[in-house]
Antibody
Framework: QVQLVESGGGLVKPGGSLRLSCAASGFDFSDLYMSWIRQAPGKGLEWVSY????????HYADSVRGRFTISRDNARNSLFLQMDSLRVEDTAMYFC????????????WGQGILVTVSS | DIQMTQSPSSLSASVGDRVTITCRANQGITNYLAWFQQKPGKAPESLIYAASILRGGVPSRFSGAGSGTDFTLTITNLQPEDFATYYC?????????FGQGTKLEIK
């Protein structure tokens, strides 16, 4: 049973930084392709960033490129999202999401962590 | 970038009804289309991948169809636990993109 647990969320002022973490268990983490997906209050799902299993292939949504950095530590079964220059519109629930290699997508979801950007 | 247009945005139905949700891509995505169900306060859950393959444990009243640009999610014999918000997702190419969501409500 794959378990993904996010941490590191909270309240931050505009222009500030926050680092999200996601701890994985129940699966060989180094076999998982990982993403961050967010959901603003009352809104739909927005894909934010992706990192391949070995960490060599990375993608970002235009809305966060240049401000957010995704990374992973396979030895520690952990995924990270460094969020800098935060804006009010980055306020959302952030989900850590994983998928194994194959035809599926976004198989495993964490419970989410809330990030609030407000002065 | 690939844009996904999902319709309707909301839908009212009764227990036992059959409903269909549509998702259209602005370019071909072969069958790299997934469907998710989200209940209030919960993370989304995967229902269908590769446009039509049901994930293990998903009831057979759910079905997906389509290829290329046009896709559907059909739920037959609606049950009380099916009232939720549904999203499509294209994973043919990055950036991955979701449809806007369809909120299925009890009539």
């Amino acid at each position: 049973q794959v378990q993904l647990v996010e941490s590191g969320g909270g309240l931050v002022k505009p222009g500030g930084s926050l680092r999200l973490s996601c701890a994985a268990s129940g699966f060989d983490f180094s076999d998982l392709y990982m993403s961050w997906i967010r959901q603003a209050p009352g809104k739909g799902l927005e894909w934010v960033s992706y990192i391949s299993s070995g960490g060599y292939n990375i993608h970002y949504a235009d809305s966060v490129r240049g401000r957010f950095t995704i990374s992973r530590d396979n030895a520690r079964n952990s995924l990270f999202l460094q969020m800098d220059s935060l804006r009010v519109e980055d306020t959302a629930m952030y989900f850590c999401v994983g998928e194994p290699s194959g035809p599926t997508s976004f198989d495993f979801w964490g419970q989410g962590i809330l990030v609030t950007v407000s002065s | 970038d690939i844009q996904m247009t999902q319709s309707p945005s909301s839908l009212s139905a009764s227990v036992g009804d059959r409903v269909t949700i549509t998702c259209r891509a602005n370019q071909g995505i072969t069958n790299y289309l997934a469907w998710f169900q989200q209940k209030p306060g919960k993370a989304p859950e995967s229902l269908i991948y590769a446009a039509s393959i049901l994930r293990g444990g998903v009831p057979s009243r759910f079905s997906g169809a389509g290829s290329g640009t046009d896709f559907t999610l059909t739920i037959t014999n609606l049950q009380p636990e099916d009232f939720a918000t549904y999203y499509c997702l294209q994973y043919y190419r990055h950036p991955r993109s979701f449809g806007q969501g369809t909120k299925l409500e009890i009539k």
